[in-house]
């Protein structure tokens, strides 16, 4: 069974930072790129940052320079560090898996809250 459970969310202020982590069970972790998504009520779920099986990166405008995704394959884990927090980056954060081009399967946590405020 494959499970993406995310963790490290919470309430911080403007400017502050927060760090994220994914733990991924169920699939070989280091064969899949690893993404983290937000979505926020009405909206679609975006693209925050994904990291490939051989370590390439990709971000979103908004959040580069101020958001770091990594992964530790021995510990089946993914990483987003984020700092210079903004309100408009509350959202609920979610964690993907998936083998693109190869499987069209993705796999998905259940997310994970983060409040920017005062």
């Known amino acids: 069974q494959v499970q993406l459970v995310e963790s490290g969310g919470g309430l911080v202020q403007p400017g502050g930072s927060l760090r994220l982590s994914c733990a991924v069970s169920g699939i070989i972790f280091s064969r899949y790129t690893m993404g983290w998504y937000r979505q926020t009520p009405g909206k679609e779920r975006e693209l925050v940052a994904t990291i490939g099986s051989g370590r390439s990166t990709n971000y979103a405008d908004s959040v580069k320079g101020r958001f770091t995704i990594s992964r530790d394959n021995a510990k089946n884990r993914v990483y987003l560090q984020m700092n210079g927090l903004k309100p408009e980056d509350t959202a609920v954060y979610y964690c993907?898996?998936?083998?693109?081009?190869?499987?069209?399967?993705?796999?998905w946590g259940k997310g994970t809250l983060v409040t920017v405020s005062s």
């Open positions: 993907k898996a998936d083998r693109r081009p190869f499987s069209t399967l993705e796999y």
